[in-house]
């Protein structure tokens, strides 16, 4: 017996063995070899983050510098992880697609948290109010509420939860027109201009472009979305997990040391109310 087990060592290659040893070792050693995107982060020193710098106030450029709400809460939530951040700027369309390619970290721009998203993303704690309103020329007054946009054409951004948003409500009342964008500072100047009677976006965006603007906009109330929040996301993997956390835990900590809501108010006048568990899409 002895014999046949060694000639049935001997006639295994070393490559035989070698597959051996990977399944043995993946099998007791399951912990060693997993990778860790946040002791990778830290190994590292620097995170990247993606998100569209063209969604005042949440996020923009201005004068070349990237400024806004997303980017001074990520730059504190930096700060606890114990790494300086990289900041991508791409445009939406890119942005899911690159977190699914491994081209950086995470996503720091307002998502909306939906079914279809959560399934396939990890989302962060909410970091903003999502739902959606419609904003017009001032002074409009053939636009009272939602339901008189039958027959004008209205702008949204392309691929975004707000256009979805719209299209329903397009559905429900028949005769909407809906033009689509690359980004929403380009529906916003289309409005200002005549081209299209009203846009659609998320309520702080719509109320941050009114106060900007009071001579050129006006909002449209009430919303006429159903009730939403904005959140950062990342991929749906073991090996991100600990990234996840660790951010959510950094927001935490910025709910109860006042740093999230002192944010708010530097740019929005108002601090909403965020839920502090993750609420069902």
Known sequence: MRKLARRALAGLSW??????????????????TRADRLSEIRAAGT???????????FDM????????????????????????VRYVDLPWSSILPGLDAGKFDFVNAPVTITPERAKRYAFTLPIGDATVSLLKQAGNEAIKTPNDIVGLTVGAQKGSAELAQLKALGTRLGGVR?????????????????????????LPLQAYAARQRPDRFEM?????????????????????????????????RMHEDGRLDAINTRWLGATPRLPRVMPQP
Not at 47 to 56: D, K
Request: aromatic letters at 8%; hydrophobic letters at 45%.
């Open 15 to 32: 490559v035989n063995l070698a597959v051996i040893s990977g399944i043995v070792s993946s099998l007791c050693f399951p912990a060693s």
């Open 178 to 202: 809906i033009r689509e964008y690359v980004n929403i500072d380009e529906a916003l100047a289309d409005l200002g201009t005549g081209r299209i009677q009203a846009v659609a976006n998320a």
């Open 61 to 84: 450029l201005v004068d070349g510098q990237y400024q806004g709400l997303c980017k001074d809460l990520f730059d504190e939530v930096a700060k606890d992880l114990g790494v300086s």
């Open 47 to 57: 995170i990247t983050v993606a998100t569209e710098m063209h969604y005042a106030p």
């Open 220 to 252: 449209v109330l009430p919303p006429f979305g159903k009730p939403g929040h904005f959140a950062w996301l990342g991929r749906r993997d073991t090996d991100s997990e600990s990234l996840i956390e660790a951010i959510n835990t950094a927001l935490l």
